[in-house]
């Protein structure tokens, strides 16, 4: 259970990259003690998705240029298929639920709460893979996001000034509501390249920073 929180929080972006966390951090956010808080780091820092700094004190870590070209060329080729078949199999509700996680979106980046935008944003995406029918594909795409998440942070102020992400989604609701699946996942993949664009700024702007 401990796992699973934390791999949430980390996959919706409640921590952003550079962030150092403790064993007694994560145990006194979950409600849990020592052991279980520290078996959950554990198992992360296995799966890559954070970094020891010490023996009670790790790192979520920054993106590399290399990990995001290959996250992003992986999610572009899974998301897409699972925004397609997801599309072809939701049920009569999906756009309306989903125009209500968009207005949460717009009125978090309207008062610049940009991690309740991303909470919000993995329910969005999620929402639609899920009804793919494909279990596989979606614990992969979850891997994905273990890794990106974190790094979500970097979209913004950006991305809440230009709204990229929120004229993707609303093609989503729209199309979803056309019932054309193709659109769906076309719009799902400009998501993804929109953010790999950003994202590749930002990677670009610390990389140059650290060179002075």
């Not at 780091?41 to 799966?47: D, F, I, P």
């Not at 020891?52 to 992003?72: F, N, W």
């Not at 980046?109 to 991303?118: H, I």
Request: net charge neutral; glycine share 8%; charged share 25%.
């Amino acid at each position: 259970m401990a796992y699973g929180a934390m791999k949430e929080r980390l996959v919706r972006g409640a921590f952003e990259p550079g962030r150092k966390l403790t064993v007694r951090a994560v145990a006194d956010a979950l409600g849990v003690s020592s052991t279980p808080a520290r078996d959950a780091l554990n198992h992360l820092a296995a799966e890559g998705a954070i970094v020891y700094s010490g023996p009670k004190t790790v790192i979520v870590p920054y993106l590399t240029m290399e990990a995001l070209q290959e996250v992003t060329a992986m999610r572009l080729a899974l998301e897409g298929l699972a925004a397609e078949r997801g599309a072809a199999k939701a049920p009569a509700g999906l756009a309306d639920e989903l125009e209500g996680m968009q207005a949460k979106i717009n009125k978090a980046l309207d008062r610049r709460q940009y991690a309740e935008a991303l909470w919000t944003n993995k329910e969005f995406h999620f929402a639609v893979y899920r009804h793919c029918g494909m279990p596989y594909l979606l614990s992969t795409i979850e891997t994905l996001w273990l890794r990106i998440g974190p790094s979500f942070h970097d979209l913004y102020p950006e991305f809440a000034i230009q709204k990229y992400g929120v004229h993707n989604h609303e093609v989503v609701i729209e199309s979803l509501r056309e019932g054309d699946g193709e659109a769906v996942r076309a719009a799902f993949e400009n998501d993804i390249r929109d953010g790999y664009r950003r994202l590749k700024q930002a990677i670009g702007a610390r990389a140059g920073q650290n060179d002075e």
